[in-house]
């Protein structure tokens, strides 16, 4: 069965950092984008960033960009998401999702979403 799983969300201090992972089961992650979204209680779902399948340009939201670092293996079937200097705002559900051809993270078009994972809670204390 082909499925998304993230790990990695804890409990953190502001300014203190954590590394969620986004591994592959039942399919091989290394030819799709793959993206990394979070939602708050009462707020919208929010692309974070993502990470191309080919050439591994990346994509970062304004909110995240300089703090957060996206990265893949595709030897492991797995993305990352490195975030440091996290404060309360960071505090949501975070999902990776897989991202189809025609996909501009930049302009917020997601294409192909064929794979979401059940997200991993991040929660930072301020």
């Known amino acids: 069965q082909a499925q998304l799983v993230e790990s990695g969300g804890g409990l953190v201090q502001a300014g203190g950092s954590l590394r969620l992972s986004c591994a592959a089961s039942?399919?091989?992650?290394?030819?799709?984008?793959v993206g990394w979204f979070r939602q708050a209680p009462g707020k919208e779902r929010e692309g974070v960033s993502c990470?191309?399948?080919?050439?591994?340009?990346?994509y970062y939201a304004d909110s995240v960009k300089g703090r957060f670092t996206i990265s893949r293996d595709n030897a492991k079937d797995t993305v990352y998401l490195e975030m440091d200097s996290l404060n309360p705002e960071d505090t949501a559900n975070y999902y990776c999702a897989t991202l189809g051809y025609g996909t501009s993270c930049r302009r917020k078009i997601y294409v192909g979403m064929d794979h979401w994972g059940k997200g991993t809670l991040v929660t930072v204390s301020s």
């Open positions: 039942g399919f091989s992650l290394g030819s799709y984008g």
């Open positions: 990470i191309s399948p080919s050439d591994g340009s990346t």
